[in-house]
């Protein structure tokens, strides 16, 4: 494990937790925790329910049982806003960021909770972090490359000053070197401090980087522990990593 974490506070905290689509149970009973300062992430295959995990986290997907703490706080009811408010921020999967939009004004849309004065010198904290997105700060955010949007999209969110991040699927769509320094930000992050919650279908680049590893099969959690544990895990390497 890279750091141990296992006295800090937690941030997230999910217990039991289901969710359905209609008649369809999508979440069984997911257990899950994110601590203070951890990278931790959640991986498995196409449908295991990676989405609607984070979705309900997020508050756009109905939950039908089970809850979800932020920092103590009981938010398995509370709106999607309130959740913003209480200091989680999901960074989409697919970026989605404002394409007819400069790389600032994107920057400037994330800091909506925040105090106007305090938003420019986070820009600038931002800027320290992504130094490509200081080069194109004026440049339309439709023009970055893949994997420079993915930044700006995470720098967004980081600009809401959230308690943690949440990462849906960064490495989606990316090629190869692309992926693996979308990955190094993210552990560069982590090193500085922010607590990062990743789900991933690249099991062995997310696992490379976490603390601490989830797997999700068919809506429940099957495996977890240190991340480089799990990448040795005999089950983990030929379900997810061809070996
Ligand atoms: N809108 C929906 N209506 C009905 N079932 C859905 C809906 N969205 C997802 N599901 C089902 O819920 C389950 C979990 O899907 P989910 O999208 O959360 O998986 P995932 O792990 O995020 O997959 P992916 O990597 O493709 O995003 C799947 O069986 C899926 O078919």
Same mark, same amino acid.
């Given at each position: 494990m890279k750091n141990d974490h296992?006295?800090?506070p937690l941030v997230?905290?999910?217990?039991?937790?289901?969710?359905?689509?209609?008649?369809?149970?999508a979440l069984h009973g997911i257990d899950l925790e994110v601590r203070q300062g951890q990278l931790v *992430? $959640?991986?498995?295959?196409?449908?295991?329910?990676?989405?609607? #995990?984070?979705?309900?986290?997020?508050?756009v997907q109905p939950v039908s049982g089970g809850s979800i703490h932020f920092r103590g706080e009981d938010v398995t009811r509370a709106s999607a806003d309130r959740r913003v408010r209480a200091g989680i921020c999901q960074v989409p999967e697919g970026r989605q960021v404002f394409g007819p939009m400069s790389v600032e004004d994107n920057l400037?849309?994330?800091?909506?909770?925040?105090p106007k004065g305090e938003v420019e010198a986070d820009?600038?904290?931002?800027? *320290? $972090?992504f130094p490509v997105?200081?080069?194109?700060?004026?440049? #339309?955010a439709g023009t970055l490359s893949g994997g420079q949007q993915q930044m700006l999209a995470m720098a967004r969110a980081l600009m809401g000053r959230p308690?943690?991040?949440?990462?849906?699927?960064?490495?989606?769509?990316?090629?190869?070197?692309?992926?693996?320094?979308i990955f190094r930000i993210v552990a560069g992050l982590r090193d500085q401090g922010i607590t990062i919650f990743l789900v991933e279908q690249n099991a062995h680049a997310a696992l490379s980087i976490a603390d601490v590893g989830y797997v999700i099969e068919t809506g429940a959690i099957t495996l977890s522990g240190p991340g480089p544990e799990l990448l040795r895990n005999e089950r983990v390497q030929s379900a997810y990593l061809g070996m």
């Open positions: 296992t006295g800090s997230l905290q999910i217990k039991g937790l289901t969710s359905h689509y209609g008649r369809i149970q *992430a $959640l991986v498995g295959a196409n449908g295991a329910g990676k989405t609607t #995990l984070l979705r309900a986290i997020s508050g400037r849309l994330g800091a909506y909770t925040r820009m600038e904290r931002m800027f *320290a $972090l997105l200081k080069e194109k700060r004026l440049l #339309l308690s943690a991040l949440l990462l849906d699927e960064p490495s989606m769509g990316l090629a190869p070197l692309l992926i693996a320094e």
